[in-house]
């Protein structure tokens, strides 16, 4: 079935470090794939998406390129600001699944000054 | 500009009493959806609905009901608490298209004792 695979955190970065977090997906169409982010005591909020391969999403300086043939929608951010730290989570949605979103399982990040 | 809203935002049952957990969106989204977050985890989805009457279970639907009498409004029902339903809910609502994202309340914060 459809899925959505995370890597693991917490991810402890410095401040102006660069950031990578890696989202990869198994889909048996063409999904939409989405960054959400959760900070400390909130909800969920988009941070970005794209529709359709080779797509980039950006926003806050974070961006993510939708690339079909390794099937992965890799969040990166050049500089990363103690402002960051949340948890962020990958997600997919497809017509053949009923709409539903596909969950990673989240990975936390922490920017140390 | 409202969104979705969710009240109350904490609250303390205990063990075997019950209460409804409130969702209401005014965006008009056909679909909603309740999610479970524990400490440090991801999103568990509990039950969804596709539209005003209709409702399914999600992966972890035992111990909660739902009900969607308005395209509007989606509460959950706990029944008979029990401490392992003591968690973060989310509700969320969204636009039955692959490409567009949910929106997420700010959670209610459930302690049972």
């Known amino acids: 079935g459809d899925s959505v695979t995370q890597m693991e955190g917490p991810v402890t970065l410095s401040e102006e470090a660069f950031l990578t977090i890696n989202c990869t997906y198994t889909?048996?169409?063409?999904?939409?794939l989405f960054w959400y982010v959760q900070y400390p005591g909130e909800g969920l909020q988009l941070l970005l998406k794209a529709t359709k391969a080779d797509d980039k999403g950006s926003n806050k300086g974070f961006e993510a390129t939708y690339r079909k043939e390794t099937t992965s929608f890799h969040l990166e951010k050049g500089s990363v600001q103690v402002s960051d730290s949340a948890v962020y989570f990958c997600?997919?949605?497809?017509?053949?699944?009923?709409?539903?979103?596909?969950w990673g399982a989240g990975t936390k990040l922490i920017i140390k000054p | 500009n409202a969104g979705v809203t969710q009240t109350p935002k904490f609250r303390i049952l205990k063990i075997g009493q019950s209460m409804t957990l409130q969702c209401t969106q005014d965006m008009n989204h056909n679909y909603m959806y309740w999610y479970r977050q524990d400490p440090g985890m991801g999103l568990k989805l509990i039950y969804y609905s596709v539209g005003a009457g209709i409702t399914d279970k999600g992966e972890v639907p035992n111990g909660y009901n739902v009900s969607r009498s308005t395209t509007e409004d989606f509460p959950l029902r706990l029944e008979l608490a029990a401490p392992s339903q003591t968690s973060v809910y989310f509700c969320?609502?969204?636009?039955?298209?692959?490409?567009?994202?949910?929106?997420f309340g700010q959670g209610t914060r459930l302690t049972v004792v």
């Open positions: 969320a609502s969204r636009s039955p298209d692959r490409a567009t994202e949910a929106f």
């Open positions: 889909a048996t169409g063409y999904p939409s």
């Open positions: 997600a997919l949605s497809i017509r053949d699944s009923n709409y539903q979103l596909i």
